[in-house]
């Protein structure tokens, strides 16, 4: 079964400069969520889009934008970066299915280094 | 606000040991979802299980087994006669309800790691 897919895998940036992760969701899903997990702790929710509209907004910086296409993939901005933004960083998809309960399927994480 | 609470930072057995993740969680919300999510370390969080609160009944699936109790706020996961395979951070979250429109988040505990040998 496809998975979601997150790109790239790796990315080493300086202090200071921008980033732009991509989540491309399992088909058929029209949620995207992204979330920031530090080293030994647990995942941080950021913000969640639904059918392409910003639905939940958590402890996203605001040196940080999110927006969800057409073709609800999804791209987290990430600019003037800092040190402490070298995470793991997460995408999650799921089905709405009218506001039901949802299951949500991880990608495989963006590991994010800023020097 | 919601949390949830797992108290055991790290466990380790030996092979073939059972053995019991704890996970606690508050929540003001009468309707409510609990997961389970493992973390390998590849580092990738891989979906376990599902339970909604009207739904009490327990679960087992293979090795794994999961018992809810909504009178106690608990949703504990064993893992019988446990394989070096297991070895990971199992992370309990909870998410609340919401109507269509909105897209909740899944608030995580701070995870149990553990550790299988030989």
């Known amino acids: 079964a496809a998975g979601v897919i997150q790109s790239p895998r790796h990315l080493i940036k300086e202090k200071r400069e921008t980033a732009t992760l991509k989540c491309y969701p399992i088909p058929r899903h029209d949620t995207v969520y992204w979330y920031q997990q530090g080293p030994g702790q647990d995942p941080q929710f950021l913000i969640s889009?639904?059918?392409?509209?910003?639905?939940d907004k958590g402890s996203i910086p605001d040196r940080f934008s999110a927006q969800q296409f057409s073709d609800y993939h999804s791209e987290l901005n990430m600019s003037s970066l800092e040190l402490g933004d070298s995470a793991l960083y997460f995408c999650?998809?799921?089905?709405?299915?009218?506001?039901?309960?949802?299951?949500?399927?991880f990608g495989p994480g963006t590991r994010l280094t800023v020097l | 606000a919601q949390k949830v609470t797992q108290a055991q930072t790290e466990i380790s057995v030996v092979e073939k040991e059972d053995v019991t993740l704890d996970c606690v969680y508050e929540?003001?919300?009468?309707?409510?979802?609990l997961f389970w999510y493992k973390q390998p370390p590849s580092g990738e969080l891989v979906f376990l299980i599902r339970r909604n609160s009207f739904d009490e009944q327990n679960e087992i699936s293979g090795r794994y087994s999961w018992n809810f109790q909504k009178s106690t706020s608990s949703f504990n996961f064993t893992i019988t006669a446990s394989q070096v395979v297991d070895s990971a951070v199992y992370f309990c979250?909870?998410?609340?309800?919401?109507?269509?429109?909105?897209?909740?988040?899944?608030?995580f505990g701070t995870g149990t790691r553990l550790q299988v040998t030989l």
């Open positions: 979250a909870l998410r609340n309800v919401t109507g269509a429109g909105t897209a909740s988040k899944l608030t």
């Open positions: 929540t003001r919300d009468t309707t409510y979802y």
């Open positions: 999650a998809s799921s089905l709405r299915r009218g506001g039901l309960g949802d299951t949500q399927y």
């Open positions: 889009f639904y059918e392409k509209m910003q639905s």
